[in-house]
């Protein structure tokens, strides 16, 4: 038996269509509509017929339908086109097909349309665009280069920290081998084109591989590599790379300085000298791992020592290779003269002639005369201080300007200073005066001194190490910004005992 499509069929389908399905005469005026569009426009077939876009929407989408009817029927052509209309929950958009309808007479007599929501669709869409839009901001500002390869281990993509990395374009390398910029390790025997880099369901990282530049320059990098699957099936990999040039750099720099802090901290005197009728004390405490600050005992012809501190500008290694040098020439410059001020005049010739320039040096330097118990000192901008027994502070003041600026530069020994018992000749470094508290208050030289007075009666050793102590409390947890060093000499007796026991003991040699 036979079977057609008849009206009601008809009928059926258009009614159960998602689309919604209308007709409207010359006049734009509907003759029909379908089930689908009265649900969404919550209206009636009855209520529809015989009336115009302008009786159901706003004026202005009104008018674009109409627009769009007049131009099928005037041009007797199909027309796709986007309109939109309101929904309960906003404005949705539709792509519309209309067509001209035409009797048996091929006049025509009405127009035809089937317009689909595709507003969920477009939402998709525009999500997707937004994610790519996103995906590629992340991508070109992350610092990490990033590239796409896929199962036959070609190159896909590259972001822009890749493209700079390797210093090649990724128009150039697309398609290419990953083997051209990352070569597989040395004796791997991995068959698959990925399978020496990754591994099913787990990333694989080397902390350092190398890469080849568009140049053929070996870099260094850490790489992550991370398979990439699409609906449970394997298809490629991404992997990012990391230069490590600068980490190399800091590690090559760290072991530099760790030598460096070794063969300081060898040249430091490891304990003070024993030094009839004185108490030494000395200290160092770097803010970093090698430092500038320097302080020294010296012997300075028969019966004397030569007590210095000093401190060379700046931080870190560069200073620190000066203050070896320093101690070196001021060891030679002590052997050639008696004065203080004389020796320093030799060192800062020698230093103008060898420091860098805008580096500079602040030394102080005393001759201890132990036969007399006495000192006199020179001053290279680096102010010391006597304490005598009884809380007396006595400033010792510079007495030349800094080192290694002026090559002619004077500098003038001082008087000598009678010591008795428990006088104290106290050097630090600005470090411990220029300390910080969390409110941002310098520890400063009262703060020092009153530690001195108060601890002035102990020995050396527990007035330096109160000083210390005192600074660091009054940080209270702030790293100090600059080097820490301490240098303390305390007369143990009077002068006319001390000259006797002198005597008593050259007798006995």
Same mark, same amino acid.
């Given at each position: 038996m036979s079977q057609h499509v008849g009206p009601s069929m008809l009928q059926s389908i258009i009614d159960n269509t998602l689309a919604c399905i209308y007709v409207k005469d010359l006049q734009c005026r509907y003759l029909h509509i379908n089930r689908q569009f009265e649900s969404v426009f919550h209206v009636t077939r009855q209520d529809v017929i015989g009336k115009s876009d302008f009786d159901l929407f706003p004026a202005q989408l009104a008018g674009s339908f109409q627009r769009n009817?007049?131009?099928?029927? @005037?041009?007797? =052509?199909?027309?796709?086109?986007?309109?939109? $209309?309101?929904?309960? *929950?906003?404005?949705? =958009?539709?792509?519309?097909?209309? !067509?001209? #309808?035409?009797? *048996?007479?091929?006049?025509?007599?009405?127009?035809?349309?089937?317009?689909?929501?595709?507003?969920?669709?477009?939402r998709a869409r525009h999500e997707i665009e937004m994610l790519q839009h996103r995906t590629q901001l992340l991508l070109e500002a992350v610092g990490e280069g990033i590239c796409g390869i896929d199962l036959a281990g070609r190159i896909t993509f590259l972001n822009p920290a $890749? @493209?700079?990395?390797? $210093?090649?374009?990724?128009?150039?390398?697309?398609?290419?081998?990953?083997?051209?910029?990352?070569?597989?390790?040395?004796? %791997?025997?991995?068959? +698959?084109?990925?399978g020496w880099l990754i591994k099913p369901g787990a990333p694989m990282s080397a902390e350092f591989a190398e890469i080849v530049s568009r140049q053929g320059e070996r870099i260094p990098v850490e790489y992550l590599a991370n398979p990439v699957?699409?609906?449970?099936?394997?298809?490629?990999? !991404?992997? /990012?790379l990391r230069d490590q040039r600068e980490r190399l750099k800091e590690l090559r720099r760290e072991q530099e300085l760790q030598a460096a802090s070794r063969v300081q901290q060898f040249l430091y005197p490891r304990l003070p000298p024993m030094v009839k009728g004185f108490d030494l004390a000395g200290a160092t405490h770097p803010s970093a791992r090698v430092c500038g600050d320097y302080f020294d005992f010296i012997p300075w012809g028969d019966h004397a020592w030569c007590l210095a501190l000093g401190d060379v500008?700046?931080?870190?290694?560069?200073? /620190?290779?000066?203050?070896? +040098?320093?101690?070196?020439?001021?060891? &030679? &410059?002590?052997?050639?003269?008696?004065?203080?001020?004389?020796?320093?005049?030799?060192?800062?010739?020698t230093l103008c002639n060898d420091l860098p320039e805008g580096m500079f040096v602040s030394l102080f330097v005393a001759r201890l005369d132990t036969v007399h118990q006495r000192f006199q000192y020179a001053s290279a901008g680096h102010p010391a201080g006597l304490m005598r027994s009884s809380g007396t502070l006595a400033p010792l003041k510079s007495t030349g300007m800094l080192l290694g600026l002026i090559e002619n530069a004077a500098y003038v020994t001082s008087d000598w200073y009678q010591l008795y018992r428990g006088d104290l000749l106290v050097v630090t470094s600005d470090g411990i005066v +220029?300390?910080?508290?969390?409110?941002?208050?310098?520890?400063?030289?009262?703060?020092?001194?009153?530690?001195?007075?108060?601890?002035?009666?102990?020995?050396?050793?527990?007035?330096?190490?109160?000083? #210390?102590?005192?600074?660091?409390?009054?940080?209270?947890?702030?790293?100090?910004? *600059? *080097?820490?060093?301490? #240098?303390? &000499?305390? %007369?143990?007796?009077?002068?006319?005992?001390f000259r006797m026991t002198f005597a008593d003991h050259s007798a006995t040699m």
């Amino acid at each position: 038996m036979s079977q057609h499509v008849g009206p009601s069929m008809l009928q059926s389908i258009i009614d159960n269509t998602l689309a919604c399905i209308y007709v409207k005469d010359l006049q734009c005026r509907y003759l029909h509509i379908n089930r689908q569009f009265e649900s969404v426009f919550h209206v009636t077939r009855q209520d529809v017929i015989g009336k115009s876009d302008f009786d159901l929407f706003p004026a202005q989408l009104a008018g674009s339908f109409q627009r769009n009817d007049r131009f099928v029927l @005037e041009t007797a =052509t199909r027309l796709e086109c986007e309109e939109v $209309a309101p929904h309960d *929950d906003g404005l949705h =958009t539709y792509i519309s097909i209309k !067509v001209p #309808l035409r009797d *048996d007479d091929e006049r025509i007599f009405a127009v035809a349309g089937i317009s689909t929501d595709i507003t969920d669709r477009l939402r998709a869409r525009h999500e997707i665009e937004m994610l790519q839009h996103r995906t590629q901001l992340l991508l070109e500002a992350v610092g990490e280069g990033i590239c796409g390869i896929d199962l036959a281990g070609r190159i896909t993509f590259l972001n822009p920290a $890749a @493209e700079r990395l390797l $210093a090649w374009p990724m128009n150039e390398l697309v398609g290419h081998s990953l083997e051209e910029i990352l070569p597989r390790p040395f004796g %791997c025997r991995e068959t +698959e084109p990925l399978g020496w880099l990754i591994k099913p369901g787990a990333p694989m990282s080397a902390e350092f591989a190398e890469i080849v530049s568009r140049q053929g320059e070996r870099i260094p990098v850490e790489y992550l590599a991370n398979p990439v699957y699409e609906a449970g099936i394997l298809t490629g990999a !991404v992997l /990012a790379l990391r230069d490590q040039r600068e980490r190399l750099k800091e590690l090559r720099r760290e072991q530099e300085l760790q030598a460096a802090s070794r063969v300081q901290q060898f040249l430091y005197p490891r304990l003070p000298p024993m030094v009839k009728g004185f108490d030494l004390a000395g200290a160092t405490h770097p803010s970093a791992r090698v430092c500038g600050d320097y302080f020294d005992f010296i012997p300075w012809g028969d019966h004397a020592w030569c007590l210095a501190l000093g401190d060379v500008s700046g931080h870190g290694f560069g200073p /620190a290779l000066q203050m070896v +040098e320093t101690r070196a020439f001021l060891r &030679a &410059a002590v052997q050639g003269t008696d004065s203080p001020g004389v020796a320093l005049h030799h060192l800062n010739q020698t230093l103008c002639n060898d420091l860098p320039e805008g580096m500079f040096v602040s030394l102080f330097v005393a001759r201890l005369d132990t036969v007399h118990q006495r000192f006199q000192y020179a001053s290279a901008g680096h102010p010391a201080g006597l304490m005598r027994s009884s809380g007396t502070l006595a400033p010792l003041k510079s007495t030349g300007m800094l080192l290694g600026l002026i090559e002619n530069a004077a500098y003038v020994t001082s008087d000598w200073y009678q010591l008795y018992r428990g006088d104290l000749l106290v050097v630090t470094s600005d470090g411990i005066v +220029e300390m910080i508290s969390p409110q941002q208050t310098l520890f400063g030289s009262d703060r020092l001194w009153r530690c001195v007075a108060e601890h002035r009666h102990e020995s050396s050793a527990v007035i330096r190490d109160a000083m #210390l102590s005192a600074a660091l409390e009054f940080a209270q947890g702030v790293n100090p910004h *600059d *080097d820490v060093t301490i #240098l303390v &000499a305390k %007369c143990l007796t009077d002068e006319g005992q001390f000259r006797m026991t002198f005597a008593d003991h050259s007798a006995t040699m």
